[in-house]
């Protein structure tokens, strides 16, 4: 047991609104830690589909959801400029939509104060001309594309900035509990086994589609419905901008263009257990067929990778269906609700609500703690990670959106052409390793800081570099050659999971390259013994993880 760490609140969750609350405290002040059991947007952060939301999806269905978004749409724009790129977004008309909807969607946009405005279908196929050139009437919103992984990046550094603490790969395993008040917790180290306890004036719950197993350890009960939401990245980016069907909320009807590639999605289905769930065939073939609804031809380009994430429902009352849960956020006191003091839950809500969530929550602890200063959180840009511009201070303030150009002008800028690790991404040496430098202790962090692996090979080319990196940085503080074959074992196991519902065509033939090179050339699947041999792990999880599964 390690020796107790004392702070004011304890923040547990690393997603978007983990990292906004912490940052929101520390800003105020408030002394505060953040503990994760994964990395930094290991959850459902890092597994959604990457829309910052106008609300007009919600304004019929959930008004609240729908105000909420578009308020917080303006909020995010200001203060994250670099983590945004302004798509803007269509509500589309298909012959498979009820006509008379889109006179009921305008009225709705009006009364939850979602700017809306009708444009010529020809301007629309005009701007995109692979949209189904059936479609009757075209609305446009505010939408825009998000990078969930660089703006929780960006709310860590302001939160450290500012003298919060955040460990990451900490899991909570116990809540202390004296008498009637929460007055800490223990956490466990997953790297090192190590227990330590910390003790706080509060705990604020921000655990998203874990919530409910963090609050049973104080013995109260939070119902998060965990729904299922299965996305499928298309490596082409057919359209630049965000289109939506006109109608009620469904599976499969949004596609977002991000960066180089267009996501469809998304489903929802109840899952018992927010770490334990697949994705089936008919999941993947159903996005298909609904793409082809809004650009004919969709099921011939070739599909790249398939996911999953957890959407941390809140249910306070019965409903029909998943879809009929509202979107919009509960914050828990649970001394007024369960007579348990020093614990509050935040749940519920979409991304593009994080900032607002965080503030309601961290107004409430700071009137409880005595504590005055006002939020700015909705006013201060937030800082540029060093793995966004290596080299330069990390703290320079934006003033530009997100372009498609951005990635390889930097590398022109740069000069930096020969120093590519994962050409798809245009991800440079010089970013990969500022990423390990910044903490990342395994490839998948990586992955997360610079989206190293995620374009058309999934890592194919880039992943034997960067373990290399790894090994080289990292060996100075322990690192073996076990580690880093765990580490290699672990991505590529990883990367396989969403490669195999796709695996057809062009994918398949990736797929098959990626074994000659890892399995034939490099004998991959002979490393499992060497990284068993390893000791201090730096794969995700305290197992070593499994060995690579042949195509």
């Known amino acids: 047991m390690m020796q107790t760490l004392e702070t004011d609140v304890l923040v547990v969750g690393g997603g978007a609104t983990g990292a906004g609350c912490v940052r929101d405290l520390a800003m105020r002040g408030i002394r505060a830690v953040l503990v994760e059991k994964g990395d930094l947007t290991h959850g459902t952060t890092g597994r959604y589909h990457g829309l910052l939301h106008s609300g007009g999806r919600y304004v019929t269905k959930d008004p609240q959801s729908a105000t909420e978004c578009a308020h917080e749409n303006v909020v995010l724009r200001r203060i994250m400029p670099h983590c945004l790129e302004d798509t803007s977004g269509f509500f589309v008309i298909t012959p498979w939509d009820d006509p008379d909807y889109g006179d009921v969607f305008v009225a709705n946009c009006r009364k939850t104060g979602v700017p809306v405005q009708e444009i010529p279908v020809a301007e629309a196929l005009r701007r995109e001309p692979a949209l189904n050139p059936r479609i009757s009437r075209v609305f446009e919103v505010p939408d825009a594309a998000a990078d969930s992984f660089l703006a929780t990046h960006s709310n860590a550094l302001s939160a450290r900035e500012h003298g919060a603490l955040i460990l990451t790969y900490h899991s909570v395993v116990d809540l202390l509990r004296e008498g009637d008040r929460v007055v800490g917790a223990v ?60 109608k009620l909320p469904a599976d499969g009807d949004i596609l977002v263009p991000i960066r180089t590639v267009a996501v469809i999605g998304t489903t929802d289905v109840h899952v018992p257990d927010p770490d334990v769930y697949g994705i089936e065939p008919d999941e993947i073939q159903f996005m298909l067929d609904e793409g082809e609804k809004l650009v004919p031809g969709f099921q011939h380009y070739r599909a790249l990778r398939a996911w999953a994430g957890v959407r941390p429902l809140y249910k306070d009352q019965d409903v029909a269906s998943d879809r009929d849960i509202s979107r919009t956020y509960k914050l828990l006191d649970h001394e007024q609700r369960d007579g348990v003091a020093g614990l509050l839950s935040i749940v519920g809500g979409k991304w593009t609500t994080y900032r607002m969530m965080a503030q309601e929550a961290v107004d ?46 930097d590398v022109e800028r740069e000069h930096a052409y020969g120093d590519l690790i994962c050409e798809c991404e245009l991800v440079t040496k010089a970013r990969v390793q500022a990423a390990i430098d910044s903490g990342a202790a395994n490839l998948d962090d990586v992955r997360r800081d610079v989206r190293m692996g995620m374009g058309p090979c999934q890592g194919g080319w880039c992943i034997y570099r960067t373990a290399a990196l790894l090994f080289e940085q990292k060996q100075a503080s322990g690192l073996t050659n076990a580690n880093t074959n765990a580490a290699l074992l672990h991505f590529l196991q990883e990367r396989w999971k969403g490669l195999t519902p796709v695996l057809w065509g062009d994918q398949l033939r990736q797929a098959r390259l990626d074994e000659l090179i890892y399995v034939g050339l490099m004998g991959a699947h002979r490393l499992r013994e060497h990284a068993e041999q390893g000791g201090g792990l730096v794969t995700d999880h305290p197992a070593v993880a499994t060995e690579y599964v042949k195509a």
Request: proline share 8%; net charge positive.
């Open 364 to 409: 409430e602890i700071a009137r409880k703690l005595g504590n005055t200063t006002p939020c700015r959180t909705h006013e201060e840009l937030l800082p540029v990670p060093p793995t966004e511009a290596p080299g330069h201070q990390a703290s320079a303030t934006p003033r530009l959106m997100f372009w498609m150009g951005k990635p390889l002008a």
């Open 187 to 246: 956490v466990e180290d997953l790297r090192s086994g190590e227990h330590r306890p910390i003790r706080c004036a509060f705990v604020l719950n921000a655990a998203g589609a874990w919530a409910g197993k963090i609050a049973a350890m104080a013995g109260v009960t939070v119902t998060v419905i965990p729904g299922k939401g299965t996305m499928v990245a298309m490596n082409h980016r057919m359209v630049n901008t965000v289109i939506n069907r006109c």
